[in-house]
Structure formats: C-alpha cells, structure tokens
C-alpha cells in the first residue's frame, strides 16, 4: 500500500478508503490509485484484512467423498451459494476417515474461517464439538450427529425410501430387494426403516435375504446385487439406498445377461445428475441439492452475523423422479415427476 500511495502521490489513508471503499474520496484521486494498483500488479493481503476487521469472509465445507457426485453437486450449490454472498469456500474431502476429519475441522479453525458446513463421515463428534467450543458457527448435512447442538439439515430419508419401495409395489412387484448404506449411519438406518415400512403398510412380507449391505459406492451396489440374483427365488425389483449403488446395481444386472427393467425394475436414492445418463435413464428419489446448499449458506451466515438463536434441524422433503429403470409401475401418481 505504501508502493501505492507513493506512485499515486496521495497517503496511505487515501488508499486504503479507495480499496476498501470505507470513505468518499474525489474521483480523481481515485483514478490515480486504480492506475497505480494497476500498474503495480498489487492484490490486497486478504488475511492481514480479515484479522483486522475480525472476518474472512472464507467457509469451510467438509465432505466424506468429494468423488461421489452427490456431494460434488452439494459443494458446488454450497459455492455458488458463498459466491452470490461474497465469500470463499476452502472444501475438503475427508475419505470417510475420522482422523482426517478431525485434521481438517482442525485446519479450517487454524485459517480462521468464519464457518463450517460439514457432513459427519461417521459418528465421531469430538471435531464438531472443538470447533463449537470455538464458537465457530457450524451447519451438520446430510447425516445426522444426535446430541450435537448445531443446525443440522437432513432430508425425510424414512418417507423417501418408503417411497420408492411403494412405487415399485404399485407397479406389481412384490420380490423386492434392498441395498442398504452403511448401518452406522443414521440416514442409512431410516432409509432401510423406510424400505420395510412400505412393505408393512402393503400388508406384505419381508424376506431378510432381500436386504444387503452396501456401502453408498458403486462397487457394494455391484457386489450386493450379486448376491440378490443368487437367491433361488429371483427378485423383480431392487431398491437401492443412493444413485451411486444403484448404477452398480444396473452394472450387475447387465453382468447376468438380465435387462433393466423387463427382468429387474430399480430404484435409487439422492437425484444426481448423472442418473439421467445411465443405462437406461435411473428412476430416484431426489434430494432438493440446490435448496439444501442455498440454506446451509443461508445458516452459516446468519450465525456469523450474530443472529443467535436455538439449534434446530430442518427436515426436507424428497420427490420421486420417474425414468424408465422402474419399467411399467404407475408413473402418474400424486407428486411424482415424469421424465424418459
């Protein structure tokens, strides 16, 4: 700044009020700083700025898996969210990992973001809970952490998946498969919850051969369908508890020599991009992506801007998008999105 001012033949003071804009100045001493900083390359010293004014206008977002599109797509609405607002966003990307995790809470609290959103890998709170100890506002998505008093934005995954399994059931299908996430997840354990109550609410029976792990990625969708098409008894119809496992189911369908959907009608979970692109196009129940980052800034910020007020977790609604891996179940039901 000092440079500046020099080659601009004004103060200091004048130059900063002309990049910060904190004071009128005339406009031909403004003229003379924008050409200085101009032929100077200068580029103000952000951090040095937000220790000053107590803000860094930079959030943080952990995710678990940045290669699963799902929390590509959610990043990128968290971005362009910060981006309209005027800030930053430092993402990174755990592996499901809990020490890496807690190193990265650890590394956004060291570059002193003005807040957080993250999505918990698993169960372990011990970095939510340091980074509320520093009174860091912080918005948990996606998956739940009980006992943890932050914001937390969660979708209904029980009514989402009850659902999708009540779609294929409509459509005639009674010998239905479920591939489930990981247990130790709370959205996991609804959406299976979910899966079973359909089948309860039909007056139906469950076989516990149906259900099959998975691990929310493409290759437990594959492994899992697997094992379903060994069953002695062929099922009609899979559920899949997220888009990514569900395009593994799809691959191991096709593994077997079987067609989706005249063999196997299937369903997912979460609305990703890439599921209008599959073979064939994936029927899914889709989270509202766009509307969950554009609240989690909204949170985030709000908090940062002193307004407190009690934690609370808001609960969003799915929608059920209609393709043609589902095949000839009723495709007009109430609320239910039409698309080939």
């Given at each position: 700044m000092k440079d500046v001012a020099e080659?601009?033949?004004?103060?200091?003071?004048?130059v900063s009020h002309v990049l910060n804009k904190t004071r009128y100045v005339d406009r031909s001493l403004v003229r003379r700083v924008e050409t200085a900083v101009k032929s100077l390359g200068y580029q103000p010293n952000a951090l040095a700025r937000g220790l000053r004014r107590k803000e860094t206008r930079m959030l943080g977002m952990v995710?678990?898996?940045?290669?699963?599109?799902?929390?590509?797509?959610?990043?990128?609405?968290?971005?362009?969210?910060?981006?309209?607002?005027?800030?930053?966003?430092?993402?990174?990307?755990?592996?499901?990992?809990?020490?890496?995790?807690?190193?990265?809470?650890?590394?956004?609290?060291?570059?002193?973001?003005?807040?957080?959103v993250f999505v918990a890998s698993g169960n372990d709170r011990s970095g939510v809970q340091a980074v509320l100890q520093q009174k860091i506002p912080l918005v948990v998505l996606d998956r739940e952490l009980k006992d943890t008093k932050c914001d937390s934005i969660v979708v209904d995954n029980r009514a989402g998946a009850s659902r999708a399994t009540q779609h294929l059931i409509d459509g005639n299908h009674r010998r239905i498969g479920c591939v489930g996430g990981p247990i130790n997840l709370v959205a996991a354990r609804d959406r299976l919850q979910g899966y079973q109550d359909a089948f309860t609410k039909a007056r139906l029976r469950v076989d516990p051969k149906w259900i099959q792990p998975g691990d929310f990625h493409i290759e437990g969708g594959y492994t899992a369908v697997q094992r379903l098409l060994d069953l002695p008894n062929p099922i009609t119809a899979i559920f899949a508890a997220n888009d990514l496992m569900a395009i593994g189911v799809l691959r191991g369908i096709g593994a077997r020599g079987l067609r989706v959907p005249e063999d196997i009608a299937v369903v997912g979970f979460d609305g990703i991009s890439l599921g209008k692109y599959t073979q064939p196009p994936l029927t899914t129940m889709a989270q509202p992506i766009r509307e969950i980052g554009k609240l989690a800034t909204e949170l985030v910020l709000s908090r940062v801007n002193g307004e407190r007020k009690e934690p609370r977790i808001h609960r969003l609604e799915t929608s059920l998008v209609v393709r043609i891996s589902c095949g000839t179940a009723t495709q007009k039901r109430a609320g239910a999105k039409r698309e080939t």
């Open positions: 080659l601009a033949d004004v103060s200091v003071t004048t995710v678990p898996d940045n290669s699963n599109p799902y929390f590509a797509e959610l990043a990128r609405s968290i971005e362009d969210a910060c981006f309209e607002c005027d800030y930053n966003m430092i993402l990174c990307n755990s592996d499901e990992d809990p020490t890496k995790e807690r190193a990265y809470l650890s590394l956004l609290v060291e570059k002193r973001v003005d807040g957080i």
